[in-house]
T-cell receptor, first 115, second 110 residues
Framework: DGGITQSPKYLFRKEGQNVTLSCEQN?????MYWYRQDPGQGLRLIYY???????QKGDIAEGYSVSREKKESFPLTVTSAQKNPTAFYLC??????????????FGSGTRLTVV | GQQVMQIPQYQHVQEGEDFTTYCNSS?????IQWYKQRPGGHPVFLIQ?????EVKKQKRLTFQFGEAKKNSSLHITATQTTDVGTYFC??????????FGDGTTLTVKP
């Protein structure tokens, strides 16, 4: 079945540590996105990529980094510069036609906790 | 930047009652999408509206896009316990990304 796979499902990070969240899709979608969700809040865009080897900052990119070396993969690194990283991280992908997005497919998410 | 406001934040209904959530954008949208997130789950795409004044139905759910393409609503008729979750709108502009509302969390009392 086609879809988006995020791993791990749960992740614990120590203070000052970098961690990388995996996101892989086999939908052949052009665009991929990373969102952060805090309890009781909406989704805030961290980074997005519309094509391989290119990505743009979203609304809350500070303290995060990404790469898009393959169409299928869009890993997110949460660096030690991110002061409050505890959150639910969602990866999504979409088809782009004429520059328009026709709906996101989301992965099941990674819950990151700082210990 | 673009802002998308969604109201109400929470809605508690008795099973069988109707439910509506509203979404308002500070800018004109190319399209608007609606998602449902069950407790502990991830958002799932419900529908996309593109045309001014568009109305679409999915069984008990009715989606509307305003004439000015700056607002939208989702209406559920005769809620059921399976409707529980948080409903998000996402407004898309030609800038290449969507802005999500903060969602409306629906609880249904049997």
């Amino acid at each position: 079945d086609g879809g988006i796979t995020q791993s791990p499902k749960y992740l614990f990070r120590k203070e000052g540590q970098n961690v990388t969240l995996s996101c892989e899709q086999n939908l052949n979608h052009d665009a991929m996105y990373w969102y952060r969700q805090d309890p009781g809040q909406g989704l805030r865009l961290i980074y997005y990529s519309q094509i391989v080897n290119d990505f743009q900052k979203g609304d809350i990119a500070e303290g995060y980094s990404v790469s898009r070396e393959k169409k299928e993969s869009f890993p997110l690194t949460v660096t030690s510069a991110q002061k409050n990283p505890t959150a639910f991280y969602l990866c999504a992908s979409s088809i782009l036609t004429g520059g328009l997005n026709y709906g996101y497919t989301f992965g099941s998410g990674t819950r990151l906790t700082v210990v | 930047g673009q802002q998308v406001m969604q109201i109400p934040q929470y809605q508690h209904v008795q099973e069988g009652e109707d439910f509506t959530t509203y979404c308002n954008s500070s800018t004109t949208l190319s399209n608007i999408q609606w998602y449902k997130q069950r407790p502990g789950g991830h958002p799932v795409f419900l529908i996309q509206l593109v045309k001014s004044g568009e109305v679409k139905k999915q069984k008990r759910l009715t989606f509307q896009f305003g004439e000015a393409k700056k607002n939208s609503s989702l209406h559920i008729t005769a809620t059921q316990t399976t409707d529980v979750g948080t409903y998000f709108c996402a407004g898309y502009t030609n800038a290449g990304k969507s802005t999500f509302g903060d969602g409306t969390t629906l609880t249904v009392k049997p």
